[in-house]
């Protein structure tokens, strides 16, 4: 390829591509073009310009992903995407190394799958967005996710994107090209074809559910401002379901669910919080699911919470959110960041991190609870399946990111992990997305955004395990053995090679008139 300018914006144009995959926009075929364009890019580089054309792409990825978090700030859209363009930066460098190997599409292939689960534990727990696995819903490629799991996923994206570089740079004989094409598309396109096995529910067993999105007022880093309103709203469409069942106009829910912060003060600390929602849940008569921002164990201490509230007795079991989200729910190093930027001070609490899955009975059903963004990290969602969990719940707020591609692109991950887990997801939201999604990542119901609104549906209940969920950490072991593996085998053949040219020495000089 030509100099470092073109390899930047072959690099950018491939980020900006990567991006146009996901929501809103859901472009997915360009997610190969993404792959391919970054490989192409950084062939025959090395070390640090290497680093910088694949910093050119992650930044350029990650600033178009998540222009959302200019809500909180355009410096916390800026760093973040900056710290995320360092993964990709390092995964240039790994790229540039293994493509001097044979079969090296599919160390491409395992190496960005590395890139993808260091940053989604590094630093503060990671932030797994983007991951090429989230931008495969309603495509041939998602049926991976119940076969092996989000990194398989990834890693069979990525085969298929670098396989298109290899084509491009490598330029095989025709047979040999359409030989390897039609194997890589087969790989990836096979778990759409294949049988699960798996039974479509346990026989009999279901549970009715109402998932009340109570609506919020206000809008962006205001959403919350009028607290009680929110709290209000849940309450009394609540109570219009349960005056519904009265009149016989709507069947009898088993549990009612409830989104993340509907309420947002204290029931614990406020009486009349307290009373409020215990008058909502007697009417219903039935449990439900309360998302609640709890006092933690310190004077400036928050837990995020979901609390089965049972008619009559009040609160029961419940989950404490176990990954909050740094700079959004707390402040790490807070002593230190706090005195260099005074904008920490609208955070002026730290949630406290629980320590178990969000596994709830709920109704004499084992449910799995996970708030919010918890739905982008696979062992806080393999946790509650491990635990028993027969269907999921994602409660979330959303409201901070209403009219942006926040809200879409976290259904989407939703939505997969339906279709990884083989079990009915319902995402109950303050204001939008909220939904209920079949096994196959189907949506079955989804309430309009901005209003109030009560998804009403039969839940069939499962107990099944897919490949993915028995199997997927041994997958993505593998392919991260597999990774470090290939940039052994690449640093081995490149010190050979110089030691080979240093013995051999310079050419030796032709004699004037040689040939002659």
């Known amino acids: 390829m030509g100099g470092t300018l073109q390899r930047l914006v072959v690099a950018v144009l491939a980020g900006l591509a990567a991006a146009a995959a996901f929501e809103p926009l859901g472009w997915a075929p360009l997610l190969l073009v993404a792959v391919a364009g970054l490989v192409v890019a950084v062939r025959g580089l090395h070390g640090r310009r290497a680093f910088g054309v694949g910093l050119a792409f992650g930044a350029a990825f990650m600033a178009a992903l998540?222009?959302?978090?200019?809500?909180?700030?355009?410096?916390?859209?800026?760093?973040?995407?900056?710290?995320?363009?360092?993964?990709?930066?390092?995964?240039?460098?790994?790229?540039?190394?293994?493509?001097?190997?044979?079969?090296?599409?599919?160390?491409?292939?395992?190496?960005?799958?590395?890139?993808?689960?260091?940053?989604?534990?590094?630093?503060?727990?990671?932030?797994?967005w983007g991951r090429l696995a989230f931008a495969t819903v309603d495509t041939p490629v998602a049926p991976a996710m119940s076969w092996v799991g989000t990194s398989g996923t990834t890693f069979l994206v990525a085969l298929l994107g670098a396989t298109l570089a290899w084509l491009v740079v490598e330029r095989p004989r025709l047979p040999v090209a359409a030989g390897a094409a039609t194997a890589v598309v087969a790989l990836g396109v096979a778990p759409a074809v294949l049988p699960t096995g798996l039974p479509a529910a346990d026989a009999g067993s279901s549970v009715r559910v109402a998932a009340v999105q109570g609506n919020v007022p206000g809008e962006g880093m205001d959403a919350f401002s009028e607290r009680r309103a929110v709290l209000d709203n849940h309450v009394q469409a609540t109570l219009t379901l349960a005056e519904s069942v009265r009149e016989g106009g709507?069947?009898?829910?088993?549990?009612?669910?409830?989104?993340?912060?509907?309420?947002?003060?204290?029931?614990?600390?406020?009486?009349?919080?307290?009373?409020?929602?215990?008058?909502?849940?007697?009417?219903?008569?039935?449990?439900?699911?309360v998302g609640a921002m709890v006092q933690g164990p310190g004077p400036v201490d928050v837990r995020n919470q979901g609390i089965v509230w049972e008619p009559g007795s009040g609160p029961a079991d419940s989950y404490s959110k176990t990954h909050p989200v740094p700079f959004g729910e707390y402040i790490p190093m807070r002593a230190t960041l706090a005195r260099l930027f005074e904008r920490l001070d609208q955070i002026p609490r730290d949630m406290v991190r629980g320590t178990e899955p969000g596994v709830l009975e709920l109704a004499g059903t084992t449910i799995g609870d996970v708030i919010c963004f918890e739905v982008a990290y696979d062992d806080l969602v393999h946790d509650v399946v491990d635990g028993g969990a027969r269907f999921l719940v994602v409660q979330t707020n959303n409201a901070t990111y209403m009219g942006t591609g926040q809200v879409e692109q976290q259904f989407?991950?939703?939505?997969?992990?339906?279709?990884?887990?083989?079990?009915?997801?319902?995402?109950?939201?303050?204001?939008?997305v909220s939904g209920i999604i079949a096994p196959d990542g189907s949506v079955v119901r989804r309430?309009?955004?901005?209003?109030?609104?009560?998804?009403?549906?039969?839940?069939?209940?499962?107990?099944?395990?897919?490949?993915?969920?028995?199997?997927?950490?041994?997958?993505?072991?593998?392919?991260?053995?597999?990774?470090?593996?290939?940039?052994?085998?690449?640093?081995?053949?490149?010190?050979?090679?110089?030691?080979?040219?240093?013995?051999?020495?310079?050419?030796?000089?032709?004699?004037?008139?040689?040939?002659r």
Do not use: H, K
């Open 412 to 432: 989407a991950i939703a939505r997969l992990r339906a279709v990884e887990t083989s079990r009915y997801v319902v995402v109950v939201a303050t204001n939008g």
């Open 250 to 289: 709507t069947e009898p829910p088993d549990a009612v669910l409830w989104p993340e912060n509907s309420t947002d003060i204290d029931p614990f600390d406020d009486p009349s919080v307290y009373a409020d929602i215990q008058r909502a849940v007697d009417a219903v008569a039935v449990p439900v699911l």
């Open 447 to 515: 309430a309009p955004t901005r209003t109030t609104a009560v998804l009403e549906r039969d839940i069939p209940l499962r107990t099944v395990l897919t490949p993915a969920m028995r199997y997927s950490r041994w997958v993505e072991g593998g392919l991260l053995l597999a990774a470090l593996g290939a940039l052994v085998a690449s640093a081995v053949d490149r010190r050979t090679s110089r030691r080979t040219s240093r013995r051999s020495g310079p050419p030796a000089p032709v004699p004037v008139g040689a040939g």
């Open 66 to 128: 998540l222009p959302w978090l200019q809500v909180i700030g355009v410096d916390a859209w800026i760093g973040l995407s900056l710290l995320e363009a360092s993964f990709f930066g390092a995964l240039g460098v790994a790229a540039a190394r293994v493509v001097r190997l044979p079969g090296w599409p599919v160390w491409v292939a395992c190496c960005w799958v590395a890139a993808d689960v260091l940053r989604s534990l590094v630093p503060w727990g990671g932030f797994p």
